[in-house]
């Protein structure tokens, strides 16, 4: 569908959005643009750019055809008003061209791209038989990464692990509305887990490097700035370390940039996820498989991509 201007347009809600791509359809585009030969490191870093009473966050890229860039607002002081901390629109684009093609609501984007990506590593450093979930975290990344790791193992037992019991056990009621059983636990519950979900703001290691026993799949996703983490050095030191990119991860991902100045790991030890996808990379029974992932502009295009221009889309004044 050609567009000639912006007036003519088409804008998609986040319904819209999710009605078009599933958790289980977003895991498959990521999966296939790397599969495809996209190489992460390719993608433009994030940047940051200081704006009224916060800051923004653009995240241009490049992709099979198509261009987009999520414009992402962050303005802290936001929840005290009653709206949320972090906004984001999306604009997708013709390649050759440069032609808006269409304008959806971003946030959905990150929603459904950072579990996906999650899935993608998990997928192939998970063992073949996940008896227990456990995932830190009580928000909806916490949620939808449950939902993420069910999309590709079946689980016996998920156990969530907050800051706040009563947190927790909303999430917990958040999952039993989708059909999911889930219970609150402490975190030594990781101690019998088969993968472990790291989805925190927390900005200190959330267990003991030792309760991870060989084999376990960890996955953090928590944020992507250098002086935070969720995972200790120690745990980096003896696992098999994925990242989504080396550059990027040394960069942005706080268990990483710490675990090297620490002398736990270095570059060497760290394997890209497109190898991982690729078949390069396998999992390691000797020892724990841990991905970090900060989350990367060429995922929310790569699920950008997979969307269609309905027959009658919503419009922008």
Known sequence: ????????????????????????????????????????????????????????????????????????????????????????????????????????????????????????????????????????GSGPQAVEHVMAIRGIRPVDDVVLVGRTPARAQTAVDALAARGVEARVGQADAVEAADVVVCATSAAAPLFDAGLIRDGACVAAIGSHEPDRRELPGELLRRALVVVEDVETSLREAGDIVLAEREGALDRDDLHGLADLVRGEVVRREDRPNVFKGTGMSWQDLAVASGLELPAQTSRRP
């Open 1 to 136: 569908m050609s567009m000639s201007s912006q007036d003519s347009m088409p804008f998609l809600t986040a319904e819209e959005v999710r009605r078009q791509i599933t958790p289980d359809r977003a895991r498959r585009l990521i999966e296939q643009a790397l599969v495809d030969g996209f190489d992460p490191a390719e993608d433009p870093a994030r940047q940051h750019v200081s704006a009224g009473a916060g800051h923004l966050l653009l995240m241009p890229s490049a992709l099979s055809g198509r261009v987009g860039v999520k414009v992402a607002s962050v303005a802290p002081d936001n929840p005290s008003r009653g709206l949320p901390r972090i906004q984001a629109m999306y604009l997708l684009m013709d390649a050759e061209t440069l032609t808006p093609q269409l304008c959806l609501e971003g946030s959905v984007l990150t929603a459904l791209r950072t579990p996906a990506t999650t899935a993608a590593a998990c997928d192939r450093l998970a063992p073949a038989e996940v008896r227990r979930l456990v995932v830190f």
